[in-house]
């Protein structure tokens, strides 16, 4: 077991019996442990001692509002790329100064809503966005605080559709449209622009991504205080990896990384943000799931469970592996099995020939590492409703989002009664 990961014990987790949760809630169900995540917390908290440092969770890895009021009380601020997010962050307790607002499809009408409410800074992506943004705050007659998003070029070696620091994805600018955006700064009299922004990919399981990249940005934050521009706040972004895969995995600590930022941007005077996502939240969630049935193909036996790729769509999206094991001691001989879901798609598979003690109908298992990106990206399809997530702590548990039902699912719809012409 990986330091800090969900511990499961003898079929409980946090002293909650999981049978027995399972039994009373249901399955699919997504099960968070707030230990774990406290723990992360404390660990980067630690780490970066002595430094002007503001952690900023990546709401996109869980938006519940009830993980979102755990980071609150705990002093952790928010990363968000939506105005939904933003709602989310302030009605969880996060105080709009330490919520910074990425991504590079923000409307005119959201930037007007986190200026409204005052957020910390604006990771810019693009040049429209910047203009876009001197014209939003004119118009409300305030100063937008901002930092320009820099594309560092940099290889983050983890899976192609969550690297975000290379040339060719779409997130960023390149060093030399930034130095001409600090050039032409003081035309913008409604943004202050002061800050560098960095975030080169997730799931980053080696120190030498984050190396070359800060090595990239510290260049830069030095030639600019040289030519008199202000640097009064660097964001080193996120992407920590976790581990998915027991014994293969190996993930960064979250000493070493500090370290790696004090190092390279040793003298910095100014504020540092940090935006971990994943690594706070995904070891400290499970799905539980229940056996459907055992099918055996012409070539593969196949382990049908209750769970689909719409409760965890990372092993379709990007071939993920999670970590599946039965919750029980009991001993069985090895089997070998493609694991999927009910979802009429090929793609609604957790895993190929996977090797697991032998399952009958009704079993229940659990997929580790859920915390991130499970319930955070699931959808309705196959009409299919959400599944029920509760937060676990010290021997108690609570439903954070109840199980969605039909009429839930339903609610926006209705027959075609009004027509109108545009």
């Not at 999981?18 to 774990?36: C, D, M, V």
């Not at 908290?45 to 938006?63: E, M």
Request: charged letters at 25%; glycine letters at 8%; proline letters at 4%.
């Amino acid at each position: 077991m990986q330091e800090h990961q969900a511990s499961i014990t003898g079929g409980t987790c946090e002293g909650v019996d999981l049978a027995a949760l399972a039994q009373r809630e249901g399955t699919p169900l997504h099960a968070y442990s707030t230990s774990s995540i406290r723990q992360r917390i404390g660990d980067l908290k630690i780490a970066l001692a002595g430094l002007d440092a503001t952690i900023c969770f990546a709401v996109k890895a869980n938006p519940n509002l009830a993980i979102l009021q755990l980071m609150a009380n705990a002093g952790v601020g928010a990363d968000i790329v939506s105005v939904g997010e933003l709602r989310r962050a302030l009605n969880a307790g996060m105080p709009a100064e330490r919520i910074v607002f990425s991504g590079v499809g923000k409307s005119a009408d959201e930037i007007a809503g986190a200026l409204n409410v005052g957020i910390l800074r604006f990771n810019v992506e693009s040049l429209d966005e910047l203009h876009t943004l001197q014209r939003v705050a004119k118009a409300q007659e305030v100063t937008a605080r901002a930092a320009v998003r820099i594309n560092p070029d940099v290889d983050a070696q983890t899976h192609a559709k969550i690297s975000t620091g290379k040339s060719e994805n779409k997130f960023g600018v390149g060093i030399d449209e930034a130095r001409r955006w600090f050039a032409d700064r003081k035309a913008l009299t409604h943004v202050q622009l002061d800050g560098l922004h960095v975030h080169i990919g997730s799931q980053i399981l080696s120190l030498d991504p984050f190396r070359l990249a800060l090595q990239r940005v510290t260049a830069f934050w030095r030639e600019l205080e040289q030519a008199g521009h202000p640097v009064n706040s660097i964001d080193v972004g996120g992407g920590l990896g976790v581990c998915y895969r027991a014994g293969v995995d190996r993930p960064v600590a979250a000493a070493d990384y500090v370290d790696a930022i004090r190092e390279a941007l040793a003298g910095y005077r100014g504020r540092l943000l940090l935006e971990p996502g994943r690594w706070l939240v995904a070891e400290a969630g499970v799905l539980l799931t229940r056996v459907l049935r055992i099918k055996q193909g012409t070539e593969r036996r196949f382990l049908v469970l209750d769970a689909a790729m719409n409760d965890l769509q990372r092993p379709s999206l990007y071939d993920a592996w999670h970590d599946i094991v039965p919750v029980t001691d009991e001993p069985r001989p090895p089997t070998t099995y493609d694991i999927v879901g009910p979802v009429c798609e090929t793609g609604d598979t957790f895993a190929r020939a996977r090797e697991l003690p032998e399952c009958a109908a009704g079993d229940l298992l659990l997929i580790r590492a859920t915390g991130a990106y499970g319930a955070s990206m699931a959808s309705t399809y196959n009409s299919r409703p959400l599944a029920a997530e509760v937060l676990l702590d010290q021997g108690r548990y609570a439903v954070v989002r109840r199980r969605q039902h039909f009429e839930d699912m339903i609610a926006g719809e209705q027959p075609a009664r009004n027509w109108e012409t545009a």
